[in-house]
C-alpha cells in the first residue's frame, strides 16, 4: 500500500526536491469478509452464553444431563436439515466415520461435564475454568498428532493452569470439588478438538451434522436413568438452551467460511465478559474478583497458543515450499 502524501509534496515539485517527505504510514484495514467473521464469532458467544445462563437456570430442577439432552434433541432435528438444504445428501458423507462418532462422544460428554458442573459453581467460574482447553489440546498433540511442542507451548499451557488454580483457590473455603466437572469437560472437548483436526478435509457442516446426531443417541441412552417430566417452564428452558446453542454452533460456521482460526480464536474469550454479566443480570450472580482475574490470565496463555500454533503452522508450509 503506497504511503500517504506529504505536505511537502502537496506543495510543488520544488519543495518535494528541497525537502525531506514526510510519510504518514497507513494503518492496514482488515477485509470485510474478516470483519463480518469476527461479528458472527461475538455473536455465537453471546448465543452460547445465554445457553450456558438457560441451563444453569434449568439444573435447579433438573439434572445436567437431561438438560444436555434438550441441548442434543434440538441440535439433532435442526443441524441436519439445515445441512441438507445448503449442501443437499452429498454433505452428509463423511471419510472418517468412526472419528466423526468418536468426535460426537467427546463433544456429547464434554457438554455433559460443563452442564453438571454448572449445577454446582458460578456460571462465570463453570466457563473460565472450562476455558483450559488449549492446555489439554497442546498435552494431546503430542501422542495424537505427533506434533512437538515447544518451550514456548508448555509455558503458555503453565500459565493457563496457574489461572484456573487462581479462579479455583485450592486450599481455601472458596475451592469446591465440583471444578474438576468443567476441567473435565476442557479436558474431554480436547478430545473434539483433536479429532477436529484430524478430519479437516472434512465439510463442517457434515461434521455439525454427525455431532448432534451422535450426540443425541448418545444422551438418549443416558437420561433415562435421570429422567423427570418436565413442566411448561421446564420444556422452555430446555427447548431454549437447545436453539440458543444450536444458533451459535451455526454462526461458527460461517466464521469460520470467512476467516481463520487463528484471526477468530481470541474472540471466542468475549464470551467470559457476557457469561459474567448475563450470570449477574439474570441469575443475581456476583462473580469473585479471582474468577475475572484467573479468567484472564487462562485467556491470555489461550491466546499465546493460537499464535504460536499459527507461527508453527507457517513455518511448516515455509518448509514444505522450500523441499
Request: hydrophobic residues 60%; without cysteine; charged residues 10%.
Amino acid at each position: 500500500m503506497a504511503p500517504a502524501p506529504s505536505l511537502a509534496a502537496a506543495a510543488s515539485a520544488d519543495a518535494r526536491a528541497a525537502a525531506p517527505v514526510v510519510q504518514v504510514p497507513v494503518l492496514p484495514t482488515l477485509p470485510d469478509a474478516t470483519l463480518a467473521a469476527i461479528g458472527l464469532i461475538v455473536l455465537s458467544t453471546a448465543f452460547f452464553s445465554l445457553a450456558d445462563i438457560a441451563a444453569k437456570a434449568l439444573t435447579d430442577t433438573m439434572h445436567g444431563l437431561q438438560v444436555t439432552w434438550f441441548r442434543f434433541l434440538v441440535f439433532a432435528l435442526t443441524i441436519p436439515v439445515w445441512t441438507l438444504a445448503i449442501r443437499g445428501p452429498q454433505a452428509l458423507r463423511t471419510r472418517r466415520p468412526a472419528l466423526q462418532v468418536a468426535r460426537g462422544m467427546a463433544i456429547a460428554g464434554a457438554s455433559s461435564f460443563f452442564i453438571i458442573g454448572l449445577a454446582h459453581l458460578p456460571a462465570a467460574e463453570n466457563t473460565a475454568i472450562a476455558f483450559l482447553g488449549p492446555l489439554f489440546v497442546t498435552a494431546l498433540s503430542i501422542p495424537l498428532l505427533g506434533e512437538k511442542v515447544g518451550v514456548r507451548r508448555w509455558a503458555a499451557a503453565l500459565v493457563g493452569f496457574l489461572g484456573v488454580m487462581i479462579v479455583v483457590r485450592p486450599g481455601t473455603d472458596a475451592f469446591h470439588l465440583a471444578a474438576l466437572l468443567p476441567i473435565g469437560a476442557a479436558l474431554v472437548g480436547a478430545f473434539g478438538q483433536i479429532s477436529t483436526r484430524l478430519m479437516a478435509n472434512e465439510l463442517p457442516e457434515a461434521t455439525l451434522t454427525w455431532t448432534a446426531l451422535t450426540g443425541f443417541v448418545l444422551m438418549s441412552l443416558m437420561v433415562p436413568f435421570v429422567w423427570t417430566m418436565p413442566d411448561a417452564t421446564e420444556l422452555a428452558f430446555g427447548l431454549a438452551t437447545g436453539v440458543l446453542s444450536t444458533i451459535g454452533h451455526v454462526l461458527v460456521v460461517q466464521a469460520f467460511r470467512r476467516a481463520g482460526a487463528s484471526i477468530l480464536a481470541p474472540f471466542t474469550y468475549v464470551q467470559l465478559l457476557f457469561v459474567g454479566v448475563l450470570s449477574y443480570l439474570l441469575l443475581s450472580e456476583i462473580p469473585a474478583v479471582w474468577t475475572f482475574v484467573g479468567g484472564a490470565v487462562i485467556a491470555a496463555s489461550g491466546l499465546y497458543t493460537a499464535h504460536r500454533e499459527r507461527v508453527v503452522a507457517r513455518e511448516r508450509r515455509l518448509a514444505q515450499i522450500a523441499a
